[in-house]
C-alpha cells in the first residue's frame, strides 16, 4: 500500500465536505431569494399603495391606515372570522376534496379504459367548455341555496384540472413498467396501487394545485348569490353597504388565505412527492456532470490527437 494512500483518503473527504457545504451554501442562498421575492413584491406594492393613498383623496382607494383598522375591527375583535371565514373555509374544503375525490376516480377508469376514453372526450370537452358560474341559477334550483349549491358551484369547476391531469398522468405510464409488472403478475388493485398512482402522481397534485386556485375563485362566486355568511357574501355586503375600507379590507383577507393555502399545499407537495423531485434532482446532476464531462474529453482528445500530431512530425523529420 503507497504511503500516500492516507493522505489522499484525507484529501478526498475534505473535498468531500467542503462540496457539501458548498452545496449547503447554495441552497440556502437560492431560498433566501425566493423568500425575498415572495415577500418583496407584495411589501413593494403595499408601499406604493401607500405612498399614493396617504393624503385620502380618493373615496374609493381609502389610506392603508383606514384598511389596517377596518381590517383589525371587522376581523379580529369584531367576530367575523367565525361568522364569514370558517363557512367560506369549510365550503372550500368539502368542495375541493369533492372535486379532487371525482376528478382522480374519473381519471384513472377514463385513463386506464382508452375506447371508455375516446367515447366520453366529446362529451367531457363540451362540459368543459361552459363556464362553472353559469351553473349557478342551475344548481339553485336542484339544490336549493344553502351550502349544498355552494359546494356544487366549487366541484363543477375545481374537478377539471384534476380529471385532465389524472388523465394525462395513466396515459403517460411507461410501457416498459407496465410490461414488466404485468410480466410479473401485479395486476388489479396492486397494479394500481404500485405502477398507476405513483406514475400519475406529479399530474394529479398539479391538477389538484390548479384546482385550489379555482376553488378559492368559485368559493367567492357562490358565496356571491343568496348566501348570509362567508367571504364573498360579506365583501358584497360591504361594497353594497358604502364601507369602502371594510371592503378592501375583505379583498386583503381573501388574498392572505389564498396565499396560506399555497404556502400549505406546497408543503403537502414536498412531501408527498419527494422522491420524485429527488430522482429529478439526480437525474440534473448526472445529467450537468456529463456536460462537464464532455469539454474535458474534447480537451483530451484534441490534446491526444496534438501528441499523436506532433510525434508523426518527429517521424517524418
Given amino acids: 500500500m503507497s504511503r500516500n494512500a ?3 483518503t484525507r484529501e478526498r ?3 468531500r465536505v467542503r462540496g457539501g457545504a458548498r452545496t449547503a451554501l447554495r ?5 433566501a431569494v425566493r423568500l425575498a421575492y415572495a415577500l418583496g413584491l407584495p ?3 403595499l408601499a406604493l399603495w401607500w405612498a399614493l ?7 374609493y382607494y381609502p389610506p392603508l391606515g383606514d384598511i389596517a383598522a377596518a381590517f383589525t375591527d371587522t376581523w379580529l375583535t369584531g367576530g367575523r372570522l367565525a361568522r364569514d371565514v370558517a363557512p367560506s373555509l369549510a365550503r372550500l374544503a368539502a368542495g375541493w376534496a369533492g372535486a379532487v375525490l371525482l376528478g382522480v376516480g374519473l381519471g384513472l377508469l ?3 379504459r382508452p375506447r371508455l376514453r375516446a367515447l366520453a372526450e366529446p362529451l367531457l370537452a363540451f362540459c368543459r367548455a361552459v363556464p362553472p358560474p353559469v351553473l349557478i341559477p342551475v344548481l339553485m334550483l336542484v339544490a336549493g341555496i344553502g351550502n349544498g349549491m355552494k359546494v356544487a358551484v366549487i366541484v363543477t369547476g375545481a374537478v377539471w384540472p384534476v380529471l385532465l391531469n389524472t388523465i394525462q398522468g395513466v396515459r403517460s405510464l411507461d410501457e416498459v413498467l407496465s410490461d414488466t409488472a404485468r410480466c410479473y403478475g401485479v395486476t388489479g388493485a396492486a397494479r394500481l396501487r404500485r405502477l398507476v398512482l405513483p406514475a400519475a402522481a406529479p399530474a394529479i397534485v398539479t391538477g389538484m394545485r390548479q384546482a385550489l386556485s379555482l376553488a378559492i375563485i368559485l368559493m367567492v362566486i357562490g358565496e356571491m348569490f343568496a348566501s348570509s355568511s362567508g367571504l364573498g357574501f360579506a365583501i358584497v355586503q360591504f361594497q353594497r353597504g358604502f364601507a369602502i375600507p371594510e371592503m378592501w379590507s375583505g379583498i386583503f383577507l381573501l388574498g392572505l388565505v389564498g396565499f396560506g393555502l399555497s404556502l400549505l399545499f406546497g408543503l403537502f407537495e414536498a412531501r408527498a412527492l419527494g422522491w420524485y423531485h429527488g430522482q429529478r434532482g439526480l437525474a440534473r446532476g448526472a445529467g450537468g456532470a456529463r456536460r462537464a464531462a464532455r469539454p474535458r474529453e474534447r480537451a483530451g482528445g484534441d490534446t491526444r490527437a496534438g501528441d499523436a ?3 508523426s512530425a518527429r517521424d517524418e523529420e
Fill in 6 to 8: 492516507p493522505v489522499r
Fill in 53 to 59: 393613498t396617504a393624503r385620502g383623496g380618493s373615496f
Fill in 13 to 15: 473527504g475534505r473535498s
Fill in 110 to 112: 377514463l385513463g386506464l
Fill in 43 to 45: 411589501a413593494a406594492l
Fill in 27 to 31: 441552497a440556502a442562498a437560492s431560498g
Fill in 309 to 311: 500530431g506532433t510525434a
